[in-house]
Structure formats: C-alpha cells, structure tokens
Nanobody, 130 residues
Framework: QVQLVESGGGSVQAGGSLRLSCAASGSTLYTYSMAWFRQAPGKEREGVAVRIASAAYGISVAYGDSVKGRFTISKDNAKNTLYLQMNSLVPEDTAMYYC????????????????????WGQGTQVTVSS
C-alpha cells in the first residue's frame, strides 16, 4: 500500500509559479511510476507529468502537451517526495491537481492513463487568475 499526500496548491496570478509536493509513505520502495494529473470542473482527468523508474531504461519523464516547457517533475528519493514545479502559469492551468503512483514501471503507452495508477492523493487546488 502507498499513501500520497499533496500540498503546495494555492491561488496565483497568471505568469506566476507554484511548486506542488507529494509526500509518499508506505511501500514507497516500489513506486516505480509516479505522476501528476489534474482535473478541472466538467473536464476529464488529464495527465500533466509522469516519472518512470525502470530497471531497463533508468528514469524517464514525460509531459502533457499543454505544460511542456513550463512544468518540471522531479523526485527526492531520500524524502520520498514527488514535486511539480509550475512556471508561467495561465488561467487554463486552474484545476485540482492529483499525485498518483503505481508499483509497476508502466509502458509508455500507459503513462497518462489514470486507470493504470492504483494509488492517489486527495488533491490540491491550483487557481490561476488573469
């Protein structure tokens, strides 16, 4: 079992920055896939960024098209904490942001499939005003 707790959300003006954190506990040794998703009211859950730790390929990261070049995913293994640095925020980034984890190193075709991640945090709200 893996428990995830997000923090760092808030309200910011367009052009600003926020850093989200996701503290993992439990069987964190086996969290080979970790990701950030977001969901705005009335919209489907969207993959934002993913980090995969594979014995075969090492560390892989990927980003959703709408956040490429603005968001950065990283992990501090010593603290068992996943981060999402969000820069140049725009109102369209407004959503509830969720941290997700899997004990499997997911194949690239599944990286942004929410159904492949069995562990989820409670979410942290990000609001960007124009």
């Amino acid at each position: 079992q893996v428990q995830l707790v997000e923090s760092g959300g808030g309200s910011v003006q367009a052009g600003g920055s926020l850093r989200l954190s996701c503290a993992a506990s439990g069987s964190t040794l086996y969290t080979y896939s970790m990701a950030w998703f977001r969901q705005a009211p009335g919209k489907e859950r969207e993959g934002v960024a993913v980090r995969i730790a594979s014995a075969a390929y090492g560390i892989s990261v990927a980003y959703g098209d709408s956040v490429k070049g603005r968001f950065t995913i990283s992990k501090d293994n010593a603290k068992n904490t996943l981060y999402l640095q969000m820069n140049s925020l725009v109102p369209e980034d407004t959503a509830m942001y969720y941290c997700a984890a899997s004990t499997r190193a997911l194949a690239s075709g599944n990286w942004f499939d929410p159904s492949k991640f069995p562990y989820w945090g409670q979410g942290t709200q990000v609001t960007v005003s124009s």
